[in-house]
């Protein structure tokens, strides 16, 4: 949306008095933005209407003026609600509103655009509708984060191997998985609490760039639109998108996190793993093969992250090679912008639903924690027993080498074999191959000792009832 400071009005454009002729329909068709821009509506009024009452306590109207058009602003509002919409005149939303604005009340209208430049009215338009839209999100965040805490709940007694590198590692409580993929929500809903905060400045009287004309309170704007601070350069405040790049890092690590989710559920699901089980509402079928059971909505949450990191790269490329002030380049932002926003408020309650239909296979995650995974708890209680790690680490890593060869578990191997391998082991050894020793060893902050669980899940309740 560019620059217009000038007062044509042909087409309710807010523009052209210096130009002989239309523009080409070649350039009118690439340059209308209405499409994107038109959800940016009620935000637009809400900022004229604050305008329009900044002009009035300025004196730059009379207080009929100021009045009468606030009433045309709330006459527009209702016809937008009930269904008007753009003609192929209106370049943008706010030529819109203009053309609407002009047929309810007339010529007081033209008076409006007074000292403001569509350049500080569309970066504060935007503002106002990434906040709301972040308020939105943090909303749909805290159902995924719910239906965890709740699956989380169901869990506290359940064990089952944790992994890296994809290889059973030791055992931990289901619990205390579910919620590893908790806390980095909680991350995001930070940043995107941050992002909203880095968008709560009022760019709004800066002009096309060099500052409105007219005796404006721009603390009295600021109050009025609900913004925390007001810009300090007018050059930067209409060039200034990086609020926008905020929001889309928070969303593009947000799709990384319910990718790597998406990945475990997907893994856990599979006959492979057989951990759980997805739920029928949740879960599409094949048009081949009759007994399929697909978790699309947890594959769309695993390719959401290339989506988000599209979109922010994209804005990032654009802003990376601009001049100060405004550039028709920055029309693009929102497109970048709205489809990060839009992709994410379908994807989130299907991950909320997927989560909240789970069934888990508690028997399966069970047989899956093997005696080998107990193999740090068996070096642990050397060092227990005054060995050192390293000797501890040699002594067990022959046993289990010794258990591969035979092809039986570590608690199928004589006694003799542990006291071969080290001396300090005593007849006790065999409670340490037990899982639930193993857990509950692991009392410390943030570890899957049930106790911690405990209090773990306790800080997750109360992470979501702060908000």
């Known amino acids: 949306m560019a620059d217009s400071n000038s007062g044509g009005t042909q087409s309710h454009k807010l523009w052209g008095g210096r130009f002989a002729g239309g523009p080409a329909p070649e350039l009118e068709a690439v340059n209308r933005s209405i499409d994107v821009d038109f959800r940016l509506w009620p935000f637009d009024l809400q900022l004229s209407k604050a305008w329009a009452a900044t002009l009035a306590q300025a004196g730059v109207l009379t207080a009929e003026e100021g009045a009468e058009i606030q009433r045309g602003l709330d006459v527009v509002a209702r016809q937008i609600a009930d269904g008007a919409r753009p003609t192929a005149a209106d370049e943008d939303v706010h030529t819109l509103i203009d053309r609407l604005l002009h047929e309810a009340i007339g010529a007081p209208a033209s008076r409006l655009h007074t000292g403001r430049s569509r350049n500080d009215q569309v970066a504060t338009a935007t503002r106002l509708w990434t906040r709301d839209a972040c308020r939105r999100l943090d909303g749909l965040l805290r159902d995924v984060q719910r239906a965890m805490v709740e699956q989380a709940e169901s869990l506290t007694d359940d064990l089952m191997p944790a992994y890296t590198h994809l290889q059973r590692a030791q055992p931990v409580l289901g619990a205390h998985w579910m919620l590893s993929h908790f806390w980095p929500l ?35 704007l600021r109050g009025m639109l609900g913004f925390e601070a007001v810009s300090p350069n007018s050059i930067d405040a209409v060039g200034d ?227």
């Open 186 to 220: 909680a991350r995001d809903r930070r940043r995107l609490t941050a992002a909203s905060a880095a968008a709560g400045v009022l760019p709004l009287g800066s002009g096309a760039i060099a500052g409105s004309a007219f005796p404006i309170d721009r603390e009295m």
């Open 241 to 467: 998108r990086d609020f926008i790049a905020e929001v889309l890092f928070a969303l593009s690590l947000l799709g990384a996190h319910l990718s790597r989710l998406g990945e475990d559920l997907i893994l856990f699901g599979s006959s492979e793993f057989g951990f759980v089980r997805f739920g029928d509402a949740f879960s599409t079928g094949s048009s081949m093969m009759p007994q399929k059971r697909n978790p699309d909505a947890l594959e769309l949450a695993r390719g959401s992250g290339s989506r988000m990191l599209g979109d922010l790269v994209a804005l990032l490329g654009t802003l990376k090679g601009l001049p100060s002030g405004y550039n028709k380049d920055l029309q693009e932002d929102k497109r970048s912008l709205f489809d990060a926003v839009d992709g994410m408020s379908l994807l989130l309650p299907a991950v909320a639903g997927s989560l909240a239909s789970l069934t888990f296979d508690r028997k399966r995650m069970r047989a899956a924690v093997t005696s080998s995974m107990m193999a740090t708890d068996l070096a642990d209680y050397l060092v227990r027993k005054r060995v050192t790690f390293r000797e501890a680490h040699g002594a067990v890593g022959r046993l289990v080498r010794e258990a591969e060869e035979r092809g039986v578990e570590m608690t199928d191997l004589p006694f003799a074999s542990f006291q071969v391998a080290s001396s300090a082991f005593g007849e006790d050894v065999m409670a340490e191959l037990r899982a639930e020793t193993s857990v509950r060893h692991r009392e410390v902050a943030g570890g899957t000792g049930p106790a911690a669980v405990r209090q773990q899940l306790e800080a997750a309740r109360g992470e979501l009832g702060a908000a």
